[in-house]
T-cell receptor, first 112, second 113 residues
Framework: DSGVTQTPKHLITATGQRVTLRCSPRSGDLSVYWYQQSLDQGLQFLIQ???????AKGNILERFSAQQFPDLHSELNLSSLELGDSALYFCASSPQTGTKLFFGSGTQLSVL | AQKVTQAQTEISVVEKEDVTLDCVYE???????LFWYKQPPSGELVFLIRRNSFDEQNEISGRYSWNFQKSTSSFNFTITASQVVDSAVYFC??????????FGAGTRLFVKA
């Protein structure tokens, strides 16, 4: 058990809808990362937060947004969903940047 | 820009064979960190090793060993005497400047009994 909790584990929704994925980092970890894993794109970095502030951005679509709250949990919001957004979304945390990442078990999103 | 290349998409070996997974990285920064992660069929991502750019010492941990060579920008991973339980997708990753960690495309390893 990595100590990182992601909910829900599975999410099935329709095109055009909006969903929120939630991540609770390991106790004490200030940094939260979001990744998207799809079959044809590998593990793509989306966004990183450190202690509530956005630290780095990757290939995150404008339809996607994220935030980290004062209690350090993070949410990834996906809107106007498309079939191609179907993927496994991982959250990871680390005590500081440059250290190893602890990954949650992921949220499998299926857009039908 | 930073980049991680894992040229081997899939590797298939027979149990007890040695196998090396290649990783080539690109960065202009002098301070960076390299990682290997394992993703078994169950789906979770598991950390294996972390090296910083100033430590080129090779490392051995049981059947696993890592060869870091700055001159060729490579950080290769070798499994000695592979076992069926080693079957997984292995990712090489790079973290620069304390910011995002980017991953290679992964190498899927099949170890057959």
């Amino acid at each position: 058990d990595s100590g990182v909790t992601q909910t829900p584990k599975h999410l099935i929704t329709a095109t055009g809808q909006r969903v929120t994925l939630r991540c609770s980092p390991r106790s004490g970890d200030l940094s939260v990362y979001w990744y998207q894993q799809s079959l044809d794109q590998g593990l793509q970095f989306l966004i990183q937060y450190y202690n509530g502030e956005e630290r780095a951005k990757g290939n995150i679509l404008e339809r996607f947004s994220a935030q980290q709250f004062p209690d350090l949990h993070s949410e990834l919001n996906l809107s106007s969903l498309e079939l191609g957004d179907s993927a496994l979304y991982f959250c990871a945390s680390s005590p500081q940047t440059g250290t190893k990442l602890f990954f949650g078990s992921g949220t499998q999103l299926s857009v039908l | 820009a930073q980049k991680v290349t894992q040229a081997q998409t899939e590797i298939s070996v027979v149990e007890k064979e040695d196998v090396t997974l290649d990783c080539v990285y690109e960065t202009r920064d002098t301070t960076y960190y390299l990682f290997w992660y394992k993703q078994p069929p169950s789906g979770e991502l598991v950390f294996l090793i972390r090296r910083n750019s100033f430590d080129e010492q090779n490392e051995i941990s049981g059947r696993y060993s890592w060869n870091f060579q700055k001159s060729t920008s490579s950080f290769n991973f070798t499994i000695t005497a592979s076992q069926v339980v080693d079957s997984a997708v292995y990712f090489c990753a790079l973290s620069v400047g304390g910011f995002k960690t980017i991953f290679g495309a992964g190498t899927r390893l099949f170890v057959k009994a």
